[in-house]
């Protein structure tokens, strides 16, 4: 029995060693793959922290690698009828060795002596001629032009538009007067070189930021800069311009390849939009915009254009080809307002600012063709007369010209003699002399030509200048607030700015003074029109915000609060682009109406419910409030500003080869910008991509045999069995 009892005591003790192993091994398998659990967690989180701190030092190292280039303007490639204008690069952008041409021999090294082409050329602004971009566009070893804004504007002017603008759409053809078509009787824009009417087949910058212009500099003369004749060794310093351009050959082509697309695909592509906006028109006494006139009620028209161009998208400061006009036209819209009795006039009068005229006078002819069409309130016949401010710039002395057609006067002389003799009253007491055109000259590139096409009409174009126009930088870079003389001193803020009356300010408002008064005598007006003074204060308040910085006190209290995003530090482009409107439209538009509508006491809602057929309501901010730093006092604006659609009747007519309609569009495309940063040789280049790929193939060979056995590196232990003791 004593025996027996020790046996089971040893069999209890084996078997309780038999169960401590087979609880150690199963806490041993737990362990195991909790500790693999742990593992795959710990691998998820250093995967995720490498996936986001490789997102970030990639962009670390992109920008360790490049320098973007954040104030540049993209030449962009247009189109008509026939032809496409402008520049792009290839798919993926094009790179080049930069080298800065600062004179013309420069330039030699980039046609032949330079070992590393393609090159991108840093033109200074005055060597921005049309010979020099002749040598570069037949050159295969040129991949770009950057161009960098010359200070003072060139002294010999510039002007990237042709001689003879619009040359083909005015009045003048084989038809009528063919003495005078294609500019035959007067070169109006001399220094006009055609180079905006160019195809380029690699992309040209504009460089509007000097410290820029500077780091390029700075990156050329460490990197690239030749000395003592030796050649420059890589690394050098490159530039990258994206500007791929979507749509080619023509407005036919585009237009037909957007139409297919819309026709037949789910989700169509357009690759070319038509150049658009809207044109703003007023009248002294309201128009009922749904019904039309009757043939006896008579309109006198004052016209003028909005918009300008130049080589660069979307850069166009205009102030002489636009901004100087529109202005003086919008100050004797006021000051004709403001004169007594004017509602009881026997003639209407109609204030119209046409967009799109640099385009082959897109908005001049679609409202033209709507008139006749009877599409628009007002009818050719309705139209007793024609007066279009162009170019007026103020000259010393502050003379200016009166245009006529010399065919139409031939048979409406007694109307035209009448406008010439009202402008010639109106200068009484203003140091405004207008004198006569010769009547063998032909008008002037104008809006009033568009009009003359279809009925003749007695009109009268005033402008700055007797024959050749005196703008030397018509449709260009340069043609900004320094061209029209506009100054202001140093000291001042920019509130003291906005009201500082400048000498300018006072000259167009004279101008602005004749036009008004003489706008008064067309329109039946008999009484004395001493009165009737523009003010200066408004016209130099409208230069400064059209010229120098929209976003100012009186710009932002005539706005809708919605639109208050347009307004900035600096001056709108007068580019009509595709987008409608476009901001300079806007700031007409509101500008128009608070300067010739009335204050409505009306609530917000009902102001915002209001628009009818004879004027339209606007809620606007209003000026600051003199008890808040943050709150507006806003009010409603009653006006009869109106806006009527400014693209070619060859689209609404689907005529996109016409010869008689403007038939511009502008391409689309994904991106437009421009960066510089070092380029390797082409040697290492290639070194580089064959370790890469090496590296590549090592690891698909690893990653293939660490996969094959994956059962063997990563096995989970087996059990071992029973122990016996």
């Known amino acids: ?104 021999e420069d330039v030699q090294w980039v046609l032949t002596d330079g070992p590393h082409p393609p090159y991108i050329v840093l033109l200074d602004g005055e060597l921005f001629t049309r010979d020099l971009m002749d040598q570069l566009k037949e050159s295969s070893r040129i991949s770009g032009v950057a161009v960098a804004i010359a200070k003072p504007s060139p002294v010999k002017g510039f002007s990237p538009a042709s001689k003879c603008p619009n040359d083909g759409f005015g009045v003048y053809s084989s038809d009528y007067g063919p003495q005078y078509a294609h500019c035959n009787n007067m070169e109006w824009n001399p220094l006009g070189n055609g180079l905006f009417y160019e195809d380029f087949s690699f992309p040209i910058f504009l460089l509007q930021d000097e410290n820029e212009t500077e780091v390029i500099k700075q990156c050329y003369q460490t990197y690239n800069l030749p000395r003592n004749g030796s050649v420059p060794q ?69 016209a003028t254009r909005i918009d300008s161009h130049s080589m660069f998208w979307n ?254 530090n600096e001056p709108p482009p007068y580019y009509i682009a595709v987008s409608k409107p476009v901001n300079a439209t806007y700031l007409v538009h509101y500008v128009l109406a608070n300067l010739t509508g009335t204050v409505a006491n009306l609530t917000k809602e009902n102001c915002l419910s209001s628009d009818g057929d004879l004027y339209e309501y606007a809620w606007v901010q209003g000026p600051q409030d003199p008890n808040s730093t943050s709150s507006r006092l806003p009010f409603c604006v009653r006006s009869a500003v109106h806006l009527s659609s400014a693209i070619s009747p060859a689209f609404e007519l689907r005529e996109w080869g016409s010869t008689q309609y403007s038939t511009w569009t502008e391409s689309r495309w994904k991106e437009l910008h421009a960066r510089i940063f070092l380029v390797a040789s082409k040697q290492l280049e290639i070194i580089t991509l064959i370790v890469g790929i090496v590296i590549l193939i090592i690891s698909f060979i690893a990653t293939y045999f660490i996969n094959a056995k994956a059962d063997v590196l990563f096995a989970t232990p087996q059990d071992s069995g029973a122990v016996a003791y």
């Open 1 to 104: 029995m004593l025996c027996e009892g020790i046996g089971g005591e040893k069999e209890a003790e084996a078997a309780g060693k038999m169960a401590a192993v087979e609880e150690e091994e199963e806490m041993g398998s737990s362990c195991s793959w909790r500790m693999r659990g742990v593992a795959v967690v710990l691998l998820r989180g250093l995967l995720l922290c490498a996936l986001v701190a490789g997102s970030g030092w990639c962009n670390s190292v992109e920008r360790k690698i490049y320098i973007p280039l954040n104030r540049t303007a993209s030449c962009v490639r247009l189109m008509n009828a026939t032809h496409q204008i402008g520049c792009q690069s290839s798919m993926n952008g094009d790179t080049g060795v930069i080298h800065v041409v600062e004179k013309p």
């Open 234 to 302: 890589y690394p050098l310093c490159a530039m990258q311009l994206f500007s791929h351009m979507h749509a080619v050959t023509s407005t036919v082509t585009c237009m037909r390849r957007t139409s297919l697309q819309s026709t037949f695909s789910i989700n169509p592509e357009v690759i070319c939009d038509p150049l658009s906006d809207y044109n703003v028109w007023s009248t002294l006494k309201p128009v009922n915009v749904s019904t039309k006139l009757n043939s006896t009620e008579k309109v006198v028209m004052v």
């Open 315 to 568: 850069v166009a400061p205009g102030a002489e080809s636009a901004v100087a006009s529109f202005v003086t036209h919008l100050a004797a819209a006021e000051a004709i307002h403001k004169a007594p009795n004017v509602q009881s006039l026997p003639k209407n009068i109609m204030f119209t600012f046409f967009q799109g005229e640099s385009f082959d006078y897109i908005g001049s002819s679609r409202m033209a063709y709507d008139m006749q069409k009877n599409k628009f309130p007002i009818r050719l016949e309705n139209i007793e007369y024609f007066l279009e401010l162009s170019q007026l710039a103020p000259t010393n002395p502050s003379v200016f010209w009166m245009h006529t057609d010399p065919l139409s006067q031939r048979n409406l002389s007694d109307q035209i003699n009448t406008m010439l003799v009202a402008l010639k009253n109106s200068t009484a007491g203003t140091g405004v002399e207008v004198r006569e055109i010769s009547s063998s000259q032909a008008l002037p590139p104008s809006s009033f030509q568009r009009f003359l096409r279809l009925k003749e009409i007695p009109g009268v174009v005033l402008a700055d200048h007797n024959t050749s126009f005196q703008n030397k930088y018509y449709q260009s870079i340069y043609d900004t607030s320094e061209n029209i003389l506009l100054n202001y001193p140093e000291w001042l803020s920019p509130e003291e700015a906005l009201d500082h009356v400048t000498e300018t300010a006072k000259s167009l408002a004279e101008v602005a003074t004749v036009v008004a008064r003489a706008l008064y005598q067309l329109a039946g007006g008999s009484g004395s029109t001493t009165a009737i003074q523009a003010d200066p204060k408004t016209v130099t308040r409208m230069l400064y915000g059209f010229l120098v910085r929209t976003n100012n006190s009186w710009f932002q209290s005539i706005i809708k609060a919605d639109l208050k995003g347009i307004l900035e």
